[in-house]
């Protein structure tokens, strides 16, 4: 399996409680680390290896998070945006910009972790995907970990 077809589905639908001084405001996935959101954070680390398809299942202030990524000019670049929702209906709209697929799902606000992935099933395509919490940073490289687990039956 080639890691520009493995679907990374990831989790930023959360109230972030921890850090209620920022999601007050805004979701915990667009609080900045070094001055970009952290949810880019983690796309970057995924996109490095090879990783294009994303799927972000979306909840708390989840529109904010997909107003920031379509109105950003200079990361719409090279992404292919989709919204969909099994809860109820968003605007759908495709933009094809290049090597990027960024689906948006709304997961409803207080689904738990489980919920949020059965809801964006449908979106998946095949038995493997990685999923990923929006604040979930890591030096891990990915390609050697779906390896692993193929390799294992998993």
Request: aromatic share 10%.
């Amino acid at each position: 399996m080639q890691p520009s077809e493995t679907p990374v589905v990831i989790l930023a639908g959360g109230k972030g409680m921890r850090l209620r001084e920022y999601t007050e405001f805004v979701p915990k996935g667009l609080v900045p680390i070094g001055g970009m959101p952290v949810l880019l954070h983690v796309m970057k680390i995924y996109a490095h290896q090879g990783f294009r398809r994303f799927i972000l299942c979306l909840g708390y202030k989840g529109d904010m998070i997909q107003k920031y990524l379509t109105g950003q000019d200079w990361l719409t670049d090279g992404i292919k945006l989709e919204a969909g929702s099994p809860m109820h209906e968003i605007k759908n709209f495709t933009k094809e910009l290049g090597d990027f697929d960024v689906t948006f799902v709304d997961t409803g606000l207080d689904t738990e972790t489980g919920g949020r992935i059965k809801k964006v099933e449908k979106y998946i395509k095949g038995d493997n995907f990685f999923a990923n919490y929006c604040d979930g940073l890591c030096d891990v490289d990915l390609k050697e970990l779906l390896s692993f687990h193929l390799n294992k039956g998993r």
